[in-house]
């Protein structure tokens, strides 16, 4: 396990809400998120808390270049991080690898196709991405090749 700092950048009031009652977790319903029509779509990374390794200045530019927000708060996170609970893209290859073999398998390409036509990615948000990984992390788990994946 490994301890890591990130940061994440919200608007006032919601650092507020974050204060009063924690994180709260994005909910979807899986019926929904395959047809396309969930109540809200997938961030970049998929459903989930984001945050900046390390790196508050990175938080704040983010808010401030994607959105109009100019009242907002960098909030400190301190997390525990296990290597058999996450996917990493950055440094490790197998992961790398198990994500590109899972894009170019012939029996998802329909569901690649459907959330094509409904996901997009723009410059502030991959939806397409982030619903991808997604059902990537969906079938992981259906599989049994992991029990749950809590970081990206």
Not at 54 to 79: G, P
Not at 95 to 123: A, C, E, G, P, W
Not at 125 to 148: T, V
Request: glycine share 6%; hydrophobic share 40%.
């Amino acid at each position: 396990m490994v301890t890591q700092v990130i940061y994440h950048a919200t608007t006032s009031i919601n650092w507020m809400k974050i204060k009063r009652s924690g994180f709260k977790l994005p909910i979807y319903n899986l019926g929904d998120f395959y047809l396309g029509q969930p109540q809200k779509k997938p961030g970049s990374l998929g459903y989930g808390i984001y945050g900046f390794l390390e790196d508050a200045q990175l938080a704040s530019e983010f808010i401030t270049k994607t959105t109009n927000v100019r009242k907002y708060a960098t909030i400190m996170l301190i997390i525990e991080v296990t290597e058999e609970h996450s996917l990493n893209f950055i440094d490790n290859l197998a992961d790398m690898k198990l994500f590109k073999r899972f894009l170019t398998r012939l029996n998802i390409q329909n569901r690649i196709d459907t959330f094509n036509r409904v996901y997009h990615n723009s410059f502030k948000q991959h939806a397409l991405d982030g619903a991808l990984l997604e059902y990537f992390i969906l079938q992981l788990q259906k599989s049994n090749q992991f029990s749950r994946i809590d970081c990206v």
